[in-house]
């Protein structure tokens, strides 16, 4: 028998196919389960701000963490500029979610957390905005 060449006209060695042919074939099962399944996966991300990240993935994600019943806020920062970020980034997230109530009927949030290392300056963080 005939050993197969492994090197074409050149004399290079053959590239072997990618395998980006086959993956965008995959089937996407992700994206075909149900908003109330999705949302429940990402219920158990650890933070907010990875749920927030992990919408930006799919443009039928990019709404679905407004239903996510938790926020989960974590603060390692020492600084007053950092700590105004987070207090923006809060603020977004629950306008955000306030928005998302008029067009998702079930987001309510049943848990919500705020964890700061060090606080630098007293703020009252008002839920009824």
């Known amino acids: 028998m005939a050993e197969k060449s492994t090197n074409n006209n050149n004399g290079l060695p053959k590239k072997k196919r990618s395998k980006t042919a086959s993956i965008a074939k995959a089937e996407d099962r992700l994206s075909k389960l149900p908003d109330i399944t999705l949302v429940h996966i990402l219920s158990f991300l650890p933070t907010t701000n990875d749920v927030v990240r992990t919408c930006i993935l799919s443009k039928r994600w990019k709404l679905i963490w407004y239903s996510v019943p938790k926020l989960c806020f974590c603060d390692t920062t020492t600084t007053v500029p950092e700590f105004q970020k987070l207090e923006n980034y809060v603020d977004n997230c629950l306008e955000h979610r306030k928005k998302g109530m008029y067009f998702i009927a079930d ?5 919500f957390k705020l964890h700061i290392q060090s606080c630098l300056r007293s703020k009252s963080l008002s839920l009824d905005k």
């Open 107 to 111: 987001s309510a949030l049943i848990s």
